[in-house]
């Protein structure tokens, strides 16, 4: 059930992307296996460069496994670096190619809801989204900073920067003052000590 929702949404985007069916397309009857812990789904490619569920018994040319954090650093902050954390067996072309399609397709969503409710209607609600969402991430950095001065400044639990910077360098004073006593005692030693007779 959820393998046909996940290649149903997959073609969706792929309808509209010319480009990314024809890079899909070279590899037609290919089947390709994504892990997700818990989830595992295969796919294989049909010659229009479709993904369809394949067959149970049909052998993976290439299994691409990657964690939920992955995944959520890949598709939602859009963090390229997350890709070195992707485990790939088999055909690398042919993951390649898929995860590169799969990275760059984008849902046009005010396309879709314009067909449900119209252009304008679906204009509005897609800028509201947005707005709401710059909203949501604008209040999270806010909230951080704050706590972050909370933290550091009114409730000193975690010593800030220029705290750490004066205690360093209180330390290296009293490091020096303490080289300088130590130079001054010895020369005081040599001065009161008994010179032995010539």
Do not use: C
Request: proline share 5%; glycine share 6%; aromatic share 4%.
């Amino acid at each position: 059930m959820l393998d046909n929702l996940a290649a149903g949404a997959m073609n969706h985007l792929l309808r509209d992307a010319n480009w990314a069916r024809e890079r899909l397309a070279p590899f037609a009857g290919a089947s390709v296996r994504f892990i997700l812990p818990p989830l595992s789904s295969m796919f294989s490619i049909a010659e229009d460069g479709t993904l369809h569920v394949a067959p149970v018994d049909m052998q993976p040319v290439a299994t691409i496994k990657l964690t939920p954090a992955t995944a959520m650093r890949l598709l939602v902050l859009k963090d390229e670096s997350a890709r070195a954390d992707v485990e790939v067996e088999g055909d690398a072309a042919l993951a390649g190619a898929i995860t590169r399609v799969l990275g760059t397709l984008r849902w046009d969503v005010e396309e879709d809801l314009s067909r449900l409710i119209g252009d304008i209607a679906a204009h509005r609600v897609v800028k509201t989204g947005q707005a709401v969402a710059h909203w949501q991430r604008a209040a999270a950095e806010n909230l951080a900073r704050s706590l972050g001065e909370y933290v550091t400044e009114e409730r000193p639990l975690v010593a800030g920067r220029e705290a750490l910077h004066a205690f360093a360098q209180a330390v290296d004073e009293l490091r020096d003052d303490t080289e300088r006593l130590e130079k001054r005692i010895e020369r005081l030693m040599r001065e009161l000590s008994p010179r032995e007779p010539g």
